[in-house]
């Protein structure tokens, strides 16, 4: 088979797959509480005070297109469960992906006989926070769902961006994307939850590349689209194609932009750059396993250690870091998390004070407090829940400010936007940054683009370095499709919204030299 009828092939299958009903899961209400009783009864009689069961079956699409051919498409369904117990102060988990009665009931005895074997090496017995009973069902709230829309409709506009782009003179090469997850969770405890959820995220993305063949240098700019916790709606509302041929005429424009002014400067910062900051230099410092030593994989630990709990002063009196589980849009927004809590909104960061700290039922007891902040999410079916990253987000100012106003009131600086490659100490304490585009602001204008810039700081000088904060205006949400965590590694997505910002006296590198 040529080519190209493999590809009509596949969009044929892709199509027929995209117009399936979009069924919950396999069993109705009924059902599901049925094959739920088999686990939770299990694991009572043989021993346990606590179990839950989690029966969840995932979709991903995910479209790739490069230089105006398809490059690949993954269409891929999962479906099983996995059962959670306590046995004596000790968990136990165990799962299947063959979802029935006799096997989930297999499988709950299993995940007691390895609480118990467990109980060995516990120091400590868990003590979770309590929590009510609910009876919910939540879905992510989407206009179309993408996985409705039809293949072809997807690629053709993820190849009319390549036509969009390859117009600019001087655009060399361009790849561009879509990826769409739906997450249909239900989960069951022996607390007496009965929780049914929809998740939707969709995140259109594209990249330009502009080769100097006479030097052999290149310059890309990606797209500033980020991942949403929203349906197809995202795709369609987002000017795409106006931003590509914007995105390759400034990768074209680098190659003779003005090299980074190294120094100490003023620097403003686009929300599709600070979200990442916040990412990094927030979001992970405030888990509660890793202040706590006890999660270390990839983001390391953290130096904001329980001793510095309401007492630390982390930034300006102006910066406010809020957790959020319901923030509207955001990836990590959801109904309930992993352990049947509620989610919540609340201050990590209270004017420029870190004030708390991302929990589980089973973490909150060790700071002493008696809720869990609803921070247990498991990125599979067979993944071990355990403390993830919510919405971690910087408000807007109190006062109403623009990107106009912040720049009209910068005498010397730097703005950056997008984001792109960065370094962070495993205390999540020293870092540098860099950017899609960077621009000179002199008296209060933006006067020519730069290349080859970076800016380097630490958490807390730069946070309490934040002199000016746009309004609500200026506030968008970036974030994160595929955060890892964990050892087996986890993904988690998740959201981060802000203003634009500026700051003070921040370490400009120019890293061409």
């Known amino acids: 088979m040529d080519r190209r009828r493999f590809v009509q092939s596949v969009i044929a299958i892709g199509a027929a797959s995209a117009v399936r009903p979009p069924v919950l899961l396999a069993q109705d209400a009924a059902g599901l509480r049925d094959l739920a009783d088999a686990a939770l009864s299990t694991a009572r009689r043989s021993g346990a005070t606590y179990a839950d069961i989690r029966i969840n079956r995932y979709r991903n699409q995910f479209v790739f297109t490069r230089d105006r051919r398809v490059d690949n498409i993954v269409d891929t369904e999962d479906y099983g469960f996995g059962v959670r117990v306590i046995v004596d102060g000790t968990w136990g988990f165990a799962s299947s992906s063959l979802v029935s009665k006799d096997e989930i009931a297999r499988v709950a005895a299993q995940a007691v006989a390895i609480a118990r074997a467990n109980r060995a090496i516990n120091a ?194 102006t910066v406010n870091l809020v957790a959020d589980k319901t923030q509207e849009h955001g990836m990590a927004t959801c109904g309930y998390d ?53 919405n971690v987000s910087l408000e807007p100012g109190a006062k109403e400010m623009s990107e106009a106003d912040i720049i009209a009131a910068t005498e010397d600086g730097v703005y950056v936007k997008g984001d792109a490659s960065y370094s962070i100490d495993h205390q999540r304490y020293n870092f540098q940054f860099s950017g899609q585009t960077c621009w000179e602001v002199k008296k209060g204008k933006i006067t020519t683009q730069l290349r080859d810039l970076a800016y380097q700081s630490n958490t807390p000088e730069f946070w309490k370095a934040c002199d000016l904060l746009g309004g609500r205006s200026t506030y968008q949400l970036g974030g994160a499709f595929t955060d890892g965590k964990g050892q087996p590694i986890q993904i988690n997505s998740v959201s981060h919204g802000c203003p634009i910002a500026r700051f003070a006296g921040v370490t400009i590198l120019n890293t061409g030299r």
Not at 228 to 236: A, F, I, K, L, R
Not at 246 to 265: C, D, I, L, N
Not at 294 to 310: H, Q, V, W
Not at 350 to 363: A, E
Request: proline content about 5%.
């Open 338 to 390: 992993d352990d049947g809590v509620k989610t919540t909104r609340w201050h990590l960061v209270k004017d420029g004070t870190f004030v708390d700290y991302q929990t589980t039922r089973d973490q909150a007891a060790l700071i002493g407090q008696t809720a869990s902040h609803g921070c247990s999410y498991a990125d599979n079916w067979g993944s071990v829940p355990f403390q993830r990253m919510p």
């Open 124 to 317: 400590e017995a868990v003590r979770l926070a309590p929590v009510e009973a609910y009876e919910a069902t939540w879905d992510t709230p989407v206009k179309k769902n993408p996985f409705d829309v039809p293949l072809q409709a997807k690629l053709d506009l993820l190849l009319q961006v390549h036509e969009e782009a390859l117009k600019v003179q001087g655009a060399s090469f361009v790849s561009a994307s879509m990826q769409f997850v739906n997450e249909q969770k239900y989960f069951a405890s022996t607390e007496g939850s009965h929780i049914r959820q929809s998740l939707i995220r969709s995140y259109p993305s594209f990249n330009v590349t502009s080769v100097d063949k006479a030097s052999g240098k290149f310059y890309s700019r990606r797209a500033l689209t980020s991942p949403m916790g929203m349906g197809y709606e995202y795709v369609e509302s987002y000017p795409l194609l106006q931003e590509a041929r914007m995105a390759a005429e400034e990768a074209v424009a680098t190659h003779k932009a003005k090299p980074a002014p190294a120094g100490s400067k003023a620097l403003i910062l686009h929300p599709s750059n600070l979200w990442l900051t916040i990412h990094e230099s927030v979001g992970h410092s405030t888990e509660l396993d890793r202040a706590l030593g006890y999660e270390a994989n990839l983001a390391g630990t953290s130096f904001l250690t329980t001793d510095k709990l309401g007492t630390f002063q982390f930034g300006a009196k």
